[in-house]
């Protein structure tokens, strides 16, 4: 039964590990094709990448985007996480239960009325249309994450704090969020991957050179599939991996913290 | 009460941000789903109302009757059938391998992970390498066991789809599985086992009662996400070959952005709203009587 198990295993291991030993090796490797073979190394497709593709620009506007996304969706998060947790309101649970039907809807659903709404504001091709778009998409599954947090602080610590003569602001500020660090520091991680990986929306979004961000530009290159031009396998694999790290990267170091929180609902 | 005034503030910019982007939407879309909104040709220079002639179209069209099975084929496949099975028998296995310290099990566990946080898009580019005809990697075994070459897009595009989406998303179901096996006190299998009951019907009579609620609420949601599943499809086969490949979130993509019909394409997504808002409902439902 052991080596059965075993045997198991590495089936398992060998189907989800073929596309991604496929993927590495071939970032490596300049005559890559389709299929896996070891390479002959070279970084000579991460050179051409920069050299020949403007990719410095492309990994600044991600980068940029997904930063000031952070900040904003942890600002707002925190607060009205907050305020979900400590307020006393009859219709408390029907609000909690509508982010969870926001979150659980999927944005394919409403891809084409965002289109309209965001070209009839004249959003798209800005950095702060995306800013908004990608905040306001994380914020139903976040906000019940960090409630979840919140809810576990005993509000006698801020009770205290209100007697030394803190207003609810300064209290939250001064003595909440410190002790929820480990909240906060899951919700920078998901809200800057969640901008970062996003790929859906920024192809209605965004169409301008200069406003390109890292997951359009391997949207562009896997394109050329079934098109004109054969598909340049070993540059769009460094691609992949300039896209892929910081993914992987963040999601190890938020890895421990997740898991201590681990809320249904995390599929994106 | 000044307390409660200031906490209902901080809900504000949230309340507006997610008015601006779902709120917001649905009712753009209602509206434009009851007109010839276009973004190109002469129906563009001609905005009118139609009422309800964009959903008549809608019911007599067959590419929307060939997206919608294709949806429902799409999920029983891949999340109903792949995604929750191997995600439970990986969970299974994992567990089992852990009471045991069978090696292995933490390599398994973190490559079925990689695959799930690895961005759609990488996936969906990794798979149409493997799927190609000529030097794809699975051909390329093919043939070097003497077997023929398949030509997976072409012939067998939805059973390709669907595998590379078991791939991707095995991993959630892994893991509220994982956790929700550790919840089960480990006297009840004991206990279980005393009174002669095999493996299967441990799991049959212990395992599955006390995760019910569990295993609902796990299924509504990957079948939610896989209804909308839209990256993935896109990257490896844009719906094709013809509509063989094209499931709803596709077929309201094309209609919008690639016939530029964005009046059409707002029926569409006003009725996989529907079936989301349905679905949506029941999972709120279960979640509450938990």
């Known amino acids: 039964m052991k080596i059965l198990v075993f045997i ?7 189907f989800f590990s073929i596309p991604f030993l496929w993927l590495y090796l071939s970032a490596f490797d300049k005559e890559a094709s389709a299929f896996i073979k070891l390479p002959n190394f070279t970084l000579s497709n991460f050179i051409e990448a920069f050299k020949e593709y403007n990719f410095t620009r492309y990994l600044i506007n991600s980068s940029f985007v997904a930063t000031i996304t952070m900040l904003l969706t942890v600002l707002i998060v925190a607060i009205s996480a907050y305020s979900i947790s400590r307020i006393k309101w009859r219709y408390k649970n029907s609000l909690l239960y509508s982010l969870l039907l926001l979150h659980s809807i999927p944005l394919s659903t409403t891809m084409v009325p965002i289109y309209g709404i965001m070209r009839t504001l004249h959003l798209r091709n800005s950095y702060l249309g995306l800013i908004l778009v990608y905040t306001a998409m994380q914020l139903p599954f976040l906000i019940w994450l960090m409630k979840g947090f919140f809810d576990t602080i005993p509000e006698e610590l801020e009770e205290a704090s209100w007697i030394d003569g803190c207003t609810s602001l300064k209290a939250l500020f001064k003595v909440i969020l410190p002790i929820s660090l480990p909240g906060i520091l899951v919700v920078s991680a998901l809200s800057f991957l969640g901008a970062w990986g996003e790929s859906m929306l920024i192809l209605i979004l965004v169409d301008s050179e200069k406003m390109k961000t890292v997951p359009l530009v391997f949207y562009e290159a896997i394109r050329t599939v079934g098109g004109y031009m054969e598909v340049r396998y070993e540059l769009v694999s460094s691609f992949a991996i300039l896209f892929q790290i910081p993914v992987v990267i963040l999601f190890i170091l938020s890895r421990k913290l997740l898991a201590t929180s681990i809320v249904p609902g995390v599929e994106r | 009460m000044k307390r409660n005034q200031f906490l209902i503030l901080g809900l504000l910019p949230a309340i507006f941000l997610m008015t601006f982007l779902f709120v917001l939407p649905s ?13 190109l040709g002469k129906e563009a220079a001609n905005f009118r109302f139609l009422g309800f002639e964009n959903y008549i179209k809608l019911f007599k069209d067959s590419a929307f009757y060939t997206s919608f099975f294709n949806t429902i084929y799409f999920v029983i496949g891949s999340a109903l059938i792949g995604q929750f099975l191997l995600g439970l028998i990986i969970a299974l296995l994992i567990d089992y391998a852990e009471r045991r310290k069978i090696p292995g099990r933490g390599i398994v566990y973190g490559i079925v992970l990689l695959a799930w946080i690895n961005p759609t898009l ?7 390498a493997m799927y190609d005809y000529y030097y794809g990697t699975l051909n390329t075994f093919l043939k070097f ?12 595009p939805m059973l390709s789809v669907i595998v590379a989406n078991i791939w991707r998303g095995t991993a959630f179901t892994m893991l509220i599985w994982l956790s929700a096996l550790k919840t089960i006190p480990v006297e009840l299998y004991e206990a279980g086992k005393i009174d002669g009951a095999n493996a299967f019907n441990r799991f049959r009579y212990i395992t599955v009662p006390m995760l019910r609620d569990i295993i609902t609420v796990n299924l509504i949601q990957i079948t939610m996400a896989t209804m909308g599943a839209f990256l993935l499809i896109w990257a490896i086969t844009s719906g094709g070959p013809g ?3 094209t499931t709803l979130s596709l077929f309201a993509y094309r209609t919008a952005f690639e016939s530029y019909r964005l009046g059409y394409g707002s029926a569409i997504a ?3 709203l529907l079936i989301n808002l349905f679905f949506g409902i029941i999972y709120i439902r279960l979640f509450r009587r938990r």
């Not at chain 1, 198991?8 to 060998?14: G, N, S, T």
């Not at chain 2, 209602?30 to 973004?39: E, K, P």
């Not at chain 2, 990488?122 to 149409?128: D, L």
């Open chain 2, 243 to 245: 509509l063989k490949t």
């Open chain 1, 8 to 14: 198991i295993f590495i089936l398992i291991i060998i």
């Open chain 2, 27 to 39: 009712l753009w879309g209602i509206y434009s789903s009851f007109t010839n909104m276009a973004l």
């Open chain 2, 145 to 156: 066991l003497g077997l023929p070459k398949i030509n997976w897009l072409g012939s067998i």
């Open chain 2, 270 to 272: 006003v009725i996989m």
């Open chain 2, 122 to 128: 990488i996936a969906g580019f990794q798979w149409s």
